[in-house]
């Protein structure tokens, strides 16, 4: 910085005409990674729902096609895609690869599949975002998929491999590393004993976000980012093949109060806080987002719905997992210049009650800023999918609420966070 350049920045300060970080996130510079189409499949309930019988390329399929319909991009022109998945075999490279042809991509535009659990679909778009800004492709997709109705070994009958290799003597022999098999409904148990998290305040959480994802469908706030879908679904009570169109999120339950929740039994302890009404649903769903530089859109004439800011990414004591968004919002803040005031909504994934109420409260998050739609355990959390998901249900709702700043973040298995920032246009 020259002497000048010294000088002026002096009397700016004094004058007080310094930009906040909420105003620098506001500015807009051709070369912004932006959003111009941001679409999700309706989130349905594992083994039971609309989805349970659609492979998760299929899903994949479905929402590229809905993206390139809604953006009306010239697939010839998207030059990568990264796909977030946790449970497929192989982690799904060659089927997301065939989804991508079969949805209209052409043979050349690469793709890869990636797995960093529960933020793997945030993942894949922060990695198109940075191949664009380092210059690597012009526009890409970041997606994430999963079908648990087929691929969690829970739910199905059908020969699935484990989502997890037996660990070896060498790994067993560590004392941090075993940490890393501890099933996330007892470690959050733990944490949730650790941290002094009522069962009171879980149910009232969970109960408000059943609440606020009624309303929010009621008053159809979830349309304009769902793409419906139609698919081959088979009667459970009739084993007839029939096929559907899928155009809502079918946990959403009516009715929902922290005293009926009160009443039900703790899955993994007989004296814990923990069950299935304030755990995030296992589901089926897929999501995918469009990115570009701001000048690319302006030349192709796409509309911008937002633009990406910046991501972190950290671990934790596998044991404490829970509060991955904690540490991951704390950093990106620093990353981003911005403060928890600046921030118009969070989006934070509700793996459980326990641990996204844990770390809104450490963050000093106000109830009104976090999840406004609902979230996991209201609507449902297909593993790879929540991360893109995320994506496309906050700037759906910070436009049309005037809003602007918005983090999406989520607690990783093994004992990670993610977090991202969104600016919304």
């Not at 809604?70 to 796909?83: F, G, K, T």
């Not at 079908?147 to 070896?168: D, K």
């Not at 829970?322 to 403060?339: D, E, H, L, N």
Request: proline share 5%; aromatic share 4%; with cysteine.
């Amino acid at each position: 910085m020259d002497v000048a350049q010294q000088r002026l920045s002096q009397v700016s300060n004094h004058l007080g005409l310094t930009k906040s970080g909420r105003d620098k996130l506001l500015e807009k510079h051709p070369d912004d990674i932006v959003v111009t189409a941001a679409l999700r499949t309706p989130i349905t309930k594992g083994g039971k729902g609309g989805l349970k019988d659609t492979q998760p390329s299929d899903l994949l399929a479905a929402i590229f096609r809905a993206l390139i319909a809604r953006s009306q991009i010239d697939p010839n022109l998207v030059e990568d895609v990264a796909v977030g998945s946790v449970l497929p075999p192989g982690g799904g490279a060659t089927e997301f690869r065939a989804a991508a042809l079969v949805a209209g991509l052409p043979a050349s535009t690469s793709l890869k599949a990636l797995n960093r659990q529960c933020s793997s679909g945030l993942q894949a778009c922060v990695d198109i975002a940075n191949e664009i800004k380092t210059g690597m492709i012009e526009i890409g997709i970041g997606a994430g998929v999963e079908s648990m109705s087929l691929q969690y070994g829970t739910l199905t009958t059908r020969i699935s491999p484990s989502a997890m290799s037996e660990f070896s003597e060498l790994l067993e022999s560590h004392p941090e590393a075993k940490n890393c098999r501890v099933p996330m409904g007892i470690l959050s148990e733990k944490m949730a004993k650790d941290k002094n998290i009522s069962r009171e305040a879980q149910d009232a959480f969970a109960a408000s976000s059943f609440n606020k994802a009624v309303l929010a469908q009621q008053q159809g706030l979830f349309n304009e980012e769902i793409a419906p879908i139609s698919v081959k679904w088979e009667d459970p009570k009739t084993d007839e093949v029939k096929t559907i169109t899928v155009s809502k999120d079918d946990g959403v339950r009516e009715g929902i109060t922290a005293q009926g929740l009160g009443k039900l039994r703790p899955a993994f302890s007989s004296t814990g806080t923990i069950h299935a009404g304030n755990a995030s649903q296992i589901s089926d769903g897929a999501a995918a987002v469009l990115l570009m530089k701001r000048s690319t859109a302006e030349r192709l004439g796409q509309t911008i719905l937002g633009k990406y800011v910046t991501a972190a990414v950290v671990g934790t004591p596998p044991l404490l997992m829970g509060i991955g968004p904690w540490k991951a919002i704390t950093k990106v803040y620093q990353q981003a210049g911005i403060s928890q005031p600046d921030v118009d909504i969070f989006e934070i994934n509700e793996a459980f009650a326990s641990q996204c109420l844990w770390c809104a409260n450490e963050l000093g998050i106000p109830e009104t800023k976090i999840n406004p739609k609902g979230g996991a355990i209201a609507f449902g959390h297909p593993l790879g999918c929540t991360g893109a998901r995320q994506v496309s249900t906050l700037l759906t709702e910070l436009r049309r609420t005037g809003k602007k700043i918005g983090i999406t973040s989520m607690c990783v298995g093994t004992g990670m966070g993610m977090a991202a920032v969104w600016v919304a246009e």
